[in-house]
């Protein structure tokens, strides 16, 4: 797992911000029915975020991350991988993930980020993005191939290479991806090799594909957590550069 059940995001909260929230639950195409957390602020700058969790699927760190974009007058929407095989009910931090994890697809994953992705359209947002962590930087990446129509799509620490079922990741599909990248890497992740990272980014570079690639020594796997108050700064980076690629490519999709 990525994070702890008690993590939560390294972001300062906006005191005072008008933000709201709600649980909803939303249909893929497919019919497939997933439990989602929104958050929409007052005073929308028109750039809408879908969020990927890692592969414990949806619980409070991306609930409070959804948040802290919205503070930032970002909509965001959080949602759950595992609809398909655990249903769209709220779960306990005993729940058995890594069973869902396994049942599920490339295809179902970017089927719910589609359906995310037009109730934030339908909520006014222009400029749509996703933002995912490990198994959801992945496939974050991924949602640049899925024909979204996405300003840009970033990943904290995803797997670039094949996945573990031989399916091509994002360095093979390189040349599928339609929008800009941002990935932003633990130096010393032992499960995402440096090799993985400078081949994902010279099949980047040889698609044409805009990209910034951003590699933090010494910090490991999920550094961006609020109890790893070692990588303070590397969090606080990632954290700039998130909110800097957003607001640089927002502009050419409103």
């Known amino acids: 797992m990525c994070f702890d059940s008690d993590s939560l995001p390294p972001i300062p909260a906006i005191t005072g911000a008008a933000v709201s929230h709600d649980d909803l639950v939303l249909e893929a195409d ?6 989602t957390f929104a ?6 700058s028109g750039a809408g975020i879908v969020i990927l969790p890692d592969v414990r699927g949806l619980y409070r760190f991306y ?16 949602f759950d991988f595992f609809g398909r095989t655990a249903g769209a009910e709220k779960r306990g931090d005993d729940f058995e ?32 993005f996703t933002v995912g962590f490990c198994f959801g930087g992945r496939n974050s990446w991924l949602a640049a191939a899925g ?15 094949p996945g573990r079922d031989g399916s091509p990741g994002p360095t093979e599909r390189a040349a599928e991806l339609e929008a ?10 032992q499960g995402i090799p440096a090799e993985d990272v400078q081949a ?27 109890k790893f108050e070692e990588f303070a ?3 606080a980076d990632a954290w700039d550069r998130t909110l800097a690629f957003i607001e640089r490519h927002a502009g050419s999709k409103r």
């Not at 497919?30 to 439990?35: E, K, L, S």
């Not at 979204?148 to 995803?158: D, E, R, S």
Request: hydrophobic residues 45%.
């Open 30 to 35: 497919d019919g497939n029915r997933f439990a």
């Open 39 to 44: 958050a929409t602020p007052d005073e929308p």
């Open 63 to 78: 609930e409070e991350l959804t948040l802290r974009f919205a503070e930032r007058g970002h909509a965001a929407i959080a």
């Open 97 to 128: 993930y890594m069973p869902h994890v396994q049942q599920t697809t490339a295809d179902g994953v970017q089927a719910d980020v589609a359906a995310v992705v037009a109730r934030l359209r339908a909520s006014g947002a222009k400029a749509i």
């Open 147 to 161: 024909g979204h129509g996405l300003a840009g799509a970033i990943g904290f620490y995803g797997r670039p290479g």
């Open 180 to 189: 800009p990248i941002l990935a932003l890497m633990g130096g010393a992740d």
């Open 200 to 226: 994902f980014e010279r099949a980047l570079d040889e698609a044409g594909v805009e990209h910034e690639i951003a590699t933090y020594d010494g910090a490991p796997h999920s550094f961006f957590d609020r």
């Open 233 to 235: 700064d590397a969090s």
